[in-house]
């Protein structure tokens, strides 16, 4: 599930909710949901475990190597 789905599946408390357990705010998962900001592999991990496999990692960041993925990781824009 990525950053879109979860906001419109749980609402303001359930993200807010969310951002605390994490350590987060709900402004800067917004600015992440969209591609305003890119979250780091840390938060996209805590996501992950906050959310209790809701949210993934590599759904959350699929620019990175994660291990265990089969795939490789998605070009990032304008990197070469």
Do not use: I
């Amino acid at each position: 599930m990525n950053l879109q789905a979860y906001f419109a599946q749980h609402g303001t408390p359930g993200v807010k909710a969310l951002a605390e357990r994490v350590g987060s705010g709900v402004a800067y998962l917004q600015h992440c949901k969209y591609g305003n900001r890119r979250m780091s592999a840390d938060l996209a991990l805590r996501l992950e475990w906050a959310s209790g496999g809701e949210l993934t990692a590599p759904e959350l960041r699929p620019d990175l190597p994660w291990p265990g993925s089969s795939t490789p990781p998605a070009p990032t824009p304008g990197v070469v």
